[in-house]
């Protein structure tokens, strides 16, 4: 089972548009991640001490580049009853065309790249759109959905989840909605006004309610699949005792096959396109085997990892592909686990070699794990859609951790700051201009639909 997705281009919005629509109005939450062409380089000084001129730094930069993509997983809990919860899953990726000049920064190009990012099917197929308050000329355009998808989430008070997304939001406000407001207190008013159900940072709390050592999305989201893998496992055997608590922390995902379009003409592009995904996922997977292979015979000192330990940090490695260490998060996660066995018992790294993988606070008999699902190649764990899907999994992980998550809504992460930037708006703060008149409109189409 390969994360499935719904790939929305010029080629189908029309006949998805409703589709988007219903699926996200009946969502019981939405996760949002964006692509774009910059986050600023160093003389653009996003990560300013003071956090108004961060955000007039930050506006600088949004204001000249351009989204890419964006990427909409809508989570939808069966029901409230059931337990192991269940949540109904569909994934959206919208691909973004911005029609007017914009900067791409070399850095930005170059991630873009290296995650497989297909600039040409951007320029073919990339849904056009212009910035600020100018509307779609088109009924089915892109500005056009988003407002609509804005007014559900405002009239039904669907939550919102990002990952470390301040800068997504400020992307968004700026190409779909309106001019981004001259400060950052009346920017927090707007999204409080436009976003009542709330705006849940995954990274705020991982990094300050769960205390993860490791932070970055794909690391959390491998981390937690495993566990629940595991809780599932358990939960399905039989033999093993598990009591009321251990159930309600459990959680399963249905992951929603794409909506069927009516296939215009097939291109030849596409399907190569898929070839070439198959094949880079093949050869991940190849290269895995190879490698654990390879680490059985080994006799290296344990000392020396063999993994890259600054992408096992942070999700980034300078050196990129260069790097002569493994940047699979797959493997850095068995050693992890392994090491934290190692230490927890005691077992010398000879006898380590084979030892079956349980996590440390689980040292139970685990049953054999399902057969692994279609691993994706690296370039997958940067597209919209995927990193949208990882952060509403994390997100519903932290769901069962935590019993009154709302005290965690509206505090977005803050690079290198002790405190989250509070979503909220102040008796002395009003709301933008801009804002009050795009919502003045929307109520207006909203009546025109309902009457
Ligand atoms: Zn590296």
């Given at each position: 089972m390969s994360q499935s997705f719904n790939d929305v281009t010029t080629e189908n919005l029309a006949q998805l548009y409703p589709k988007i629509l219903h699926t996200l109005a009946d969502a019981t939450f939405i996760a949002i991640d964006t692509e774009f062409t910059g986050l600023g380089v160093k003389g653009d000084n996003v990560r300013a001490a003071n956090i108004e001129d961060r955000y007039q730094n930050m506006a600088?930069?949004?204001?000249?580049?351009?989204?890419?993509?964006?990427?909409?997983?809508?989570?939808?809990?069966?029901?409230?009853?059931?337990?192991?919860?269940?949540?109904?899953?569909?994934?959206?990726?919208?691909?973004?065309?911005l029609q007017a000049s914009y900067t791409v920064s070399a850095q930005s190009l170059r991630f873009l790249a290296d995650s497989g990012f297909d600039f040409n099917k951007q320029i073919r197929l990339g849904l056009p759109y212009t910035t600020g308050s100018a509307e779609d000329k088109d009924a089915f355009g892109v500005k056009n959905l988003f407002r609509n998808i804005l007014m559900d989430i405002n009239r039904l008070q669907i939550p919102i989840i990002i990952h470390n997304g301040l800068m997504d939001l400020m992307y968004l406000y700026y190409s779909l909605y309106t001019d981004l407001p001259s400060n950052l207190q009346v920017f927090a008013a707007d999204l409080s006004d436009m976003f009542p159900g709330g705006i849940y940072d995954t990274k705020y709390v991982s990094d300050y309610?769960?205390?993860?050592?490791?932070?970055?999305?794909?690391?959390?989201?491998?981390?937690?699949?495993?566990?629940?893998?595991?809780?599932?496992?358990?939960?399905?055997?039989?033999?093993?005792?598990?009591?009321?608590?251990?159930?309600?922390?459990?959680?399963?995902?249905?992951?929603?096959?794409?909506?069927?379009?009516?296939?215009v003409m097939r291109k030849a592009v596409d399907v190569e396109e898929e070839g070439r995904l198959d094949s880079s996922a093949a050869q991940a997977s190849n290269s895995r085997k190879k490698r654990r292979r390879k680490n059985k015979g080994s006799s290296a000192p344990k000392e020396e990892k063999l993994y890259c330990e600054q992408y096992a940090l942070h999700g980034y490695c300078r050196q990129n592909k260069q790097c002569g260490k493994s940047h699979d998060l797959d493997y850095i996660l068995d050693e992890v686990e392994k090491s934290q066995k190692r230490k927890k018992t005691g077992i010398t790294a000879a006898d380590d070699e084979e030892a079956a993988v349980t996590p440390p606070d689980m040292n139970v008999d685990v049953p054999p794990l399902p057969a692994a699902p279609l691993i994706p190649g690296p370039s997958f764990y940067h597209s919209a859609h995927f990193d949208s899907y990882m952060t509403g999994y994390v997100f519903v992980h932290q769901l069962q951790e935590f019993r009154d998550y709302t005290t965690h809504a509206n505090k977005l992460y803050l690079i290198g700051k002790d405190i989250p930037l509070p979503i909220q708006k102040s008796a002395f703060t009003s709301l933008s201009k801009g804002w009050q008149e795009l919502k003045a409109e929307l109520q207006k189409m909203n009546h025109g639909t309902t009457s």
């Open positions: 600088k930069v949004v204001k000249s580049h351009a989204l890419n993509a964006i990427g909409l997983t809508a989570f939808k809990r069966t029901s409230e009853a059931e337990k192991p919860s269940v949540y109904r899953v569909d994934n959206f990726n919208l691909l973004l065309s309610v769960s205390k993860e050592p490791v932070s970055f999305l794909s690391y959390l989201f491998k981390k937690y699949e495993r566990e629940e893998k595991r809780r599932l496992a358990i939960l399905n055997n039989p033999d093993q005792d598990h009591g009321e608590k251990f159930t309600k922390r459990c959680f399963r995902v249905e992951i929603q096959p794409p909506f069927p379009i009516e296939q």
